[in-house]
């Protein structure tokens, strides 16, 4: 287990749901008989991924165009069925210009360090950087705005409500405008002195800002001011150690209908009421991982790598899958009839959605997955530590 300690008063812990593996264990993923055979599409090099660091980076698709960041600094944008790139942004550069003047650029060490998102809204393209950044580009790959928030980006920005909301590492929430980055709000949330490096992807949903926190509670901010409307504890800190008292709730938040949906680290899955954080059911799970719906279902991942269905309406486990138990899995996916995570090892597994019964395992990039996949719902796009980017189709 990697442990980051610092002398700030906000300790950041990595991958604390490694700490099984410090024994060394050997893992041995379970037998697959593929019955189905995703195809690739097309597959591109993005110059660079994340590598090892925690940079939750996840390519989207929006309408026939795929786009997709590394940690570097270059924003690429692609056509959906061909794969054929666009155009691209470079970060590092003032002109936003994709070629380097010289060789020696290329080994300069310069890092943008871009770290949160993809998000897409307004006709624009949303990303933030763990310096600080907020960065806007048009549809067209050209550079809108930039401004500098006070603490990391470390996840996707929500857009809607004429806002761009963006999370920092210090559990700030700001808001600014989509057009030109000018702040409307800022709302601060105390942390713990100990966490997990991460924070929860924002939600603007029914004219509210639902967040997630680090010390263990969901809440929802009027969008149009940035005040509290309600905050309500998903997990309580419990045992005796720092390590045992994290409670963050890192996923983002999924609401369905009038219900919003939260999971937390060493906590539960709680249904609450939107409109007034009324507790409607919880029950005994924990994950860092983002959850997923579809219809009335909801699938997780929890904190050890264990897969549920959970019937949204009351709580109930339609199914559990428990042979990739201690494997780094991504969050879920749900794609056409199936559930679809990633592993570090590079692995992606398919599972029958309905039964949670594996139907397919494909060996992908030897770096492994640290995002989940994303879907239009006929196209599956991956995208690994090293920046390999590939779109993948089933009948």
Known sequence: MSVNLSVKPLLLLAAVALSACSSKEELVLPPVTNIIAPKVVWDQDLGSGVAHYESKLTPIIVNDTVYAAGREGL????????????????????????????????????????????????????????????????????????????????????????????ATGAGTLVALHPDSGEQRWQFENEQPALTLRGVSEPLIQAGGVIYGSGSGHLGVLIADRGYQAWEEAVAVPKGSTDLSRLVDVDAKPVVR???????????????????????????????????????????????????????????????????????????????????????????????????????????????????????????????????????????
């Open 75 to 166: 924003v690429s944008a692609y056509e959906l069925q061909t794969g054929k790139r666009k155009w691209q942004f470079d970060l590092r550069k003032p002109d936003g210009s994709s070629m380097w003047s010289s060789i020696s650029d290329v080994w300069s060490g310069d890092n943008a360090r871009i770290s949160g998102g993809l998000s897409y809204g307004y006709d624009k393209l949303y990303f933030g950087t763990e310096n600080g950044d907020v960065v806007a580009l048009s549809a067209a790959g050209e550079l809108v705005w930039r401004v500098e928030v006070k603490g990391e980006v470390l996840v996707s920005p929500a857009v809607g409500e004429g806002l761009v909301v963006v």
């Open 257 to 395: 209908g009038g219900t919003v949906y939260s999971i937390a680290y060493n906590g539960e899955l709680v249904a609450m009421e939107l409109r007034s954080g009324r507790q409607l059911w919880k029950r005994d799970y924990a994950s860092f991982r983002n959850l997923t719906a579809a219809g009335d279902i909801l699938y997780l991942v929890d904190s050890t790598g264990r897969i549920y269905s959970i019937d949204s309406r009351n709580g109930t486990e339609l199914w559990s899958q428990l042979a990739l138990n201690k494997h780094y899995l991504t969050a879920p996916v749900v794609y056409k009839d199936y559930l679809v995570v990633g592993d570090s090892e590079g692995n992606l597994h398919w599972l029958n959605r309905n039964t949670g019964d594996f139907v397919a395992r494909q060996s992908m990039d030897s770096s492994g997955f640290y995002t989940e996949a994303v879907t239009d719902g006929s196209y599956l796009l991956v995208q690994s530590r090293n920046g390999e980017l590939v779109l993948l189709q089933t009948p």
